[in-house]
T-cell receptor
Framework: DQQVKQNSPSLSVQEGRISILNCDYTNSMFDYFLWYKKYPAEGPTFLISISSIKDKNEDGRFTVFLNKSAKHLSLHIVPSQPGDSAVYFCAASAKKLVFGQGTRLTINP | SAVISQKPSRDICQRGTSLTIQCQVDSQVTMMFWYRQQPGQSLTLIATANQGSEATYESGFVIDKFPISRPNLTFSTLTVSNMSPEDSSIYLC????????????FGPGTRLTVL
């Protein structure tokens, strides 16, 4: 039972444009959501999070949106930069973290 | 945030042997966790390392296979016992940041290959 799903295994975006990564979840008990970025041969790096009582959280170029009724969250990166090329994982928490499968983002010059 | 280091960063082991992975956090943390990332897969929680008591294992993971120690608030070890090629994975340690209990910070991982 995949409680957290990232349906796009990969995404390619041109430098300077907006990158939108999507994540769906099934467990209504999740109350905290996070996005991580992972480069090869490194551990996941925390990017941004959002509590279930909010619908938007912004930190510089990164914005996370939460739609509780649709059980959907998204990460917007604008403008996209070549250094953003990595695998992005969404995670949801109900006392412990459950991760999605990841989306490989490639930013093209 | 917490800064986490792991040793070794990678290892190649023979079937039937055991490997102990160390995790060190730069500050005292309440919660420490061990994850596995199999090739091409997501991160799966193995167990929560509890300070002063036995670890709490997730479904599908047992103490005999993955014994865990947590002697203090900054250090934990995970042992992968009686290894088989199916244990080839990246093993990751994580910890909650100070005062923010739901955000976990990860170590760089240990890449294990079992021949």
């Amino acid at each position: 039972d995949q409680q957290v799903k990232q349906n796009s295994p990969s995404l390619s975006v041109q430098e300077g444009r907006i990158s939108i990564l999507n994540c769906d979840y099934t467990n209504s008990m999740f109350d905290y959501f996070l996005w991580y970025k992972k480069y090869p041969a490194e551990g996941p790096t925390f990017l941004i999070s959002i509590s279930s009582i909010k619908d938007k959280n912004e930190d510089g170029r990164f914005t996370v949106f939460l739609n509780k009724s649709a059980k959907h969250l998204s990460l917007h990166i604008v403008p996209s930069q070549p250094g953003d090329s990595a695998v992005y994982f969404c995670a949801a928490s109900a006392k412990k973290l459950v991760f999605g499968q990841g989306t490989r983002l490639t930013i093209n010059p | 945030s917490a800064v986490i280091s792991q040793k070794p960063s990678r290892d190649i082991c023979q079937r039937g042997t055991s490997l102990t992975i160390q995790c060190q956090v730069d500050s005292q943390v309440t919660m420490m966790f061990w994850y596995r990332q199999q090739p091409g897969q997501s991160l799966t929680l193995i167990a929560t390392a509890n300070q002063g008591s036995e670890a709490t294992y997730e479904s599908g993971f047992v103490i005999d296979k993955f014994p865990i120690s947590r002697p203090n608030l900054t250090f934990s070890t995970l042992t992968v016992s009686n290894m088989s090629p199916e244990d080839s994975s990246i093993y990751l340690c994580s910890a909650n940041g100070q005062g923010v209990t739901d955000t976990q910070y990860f170590g760089p991982g240990t890449r294990l290959t079992v021949l």
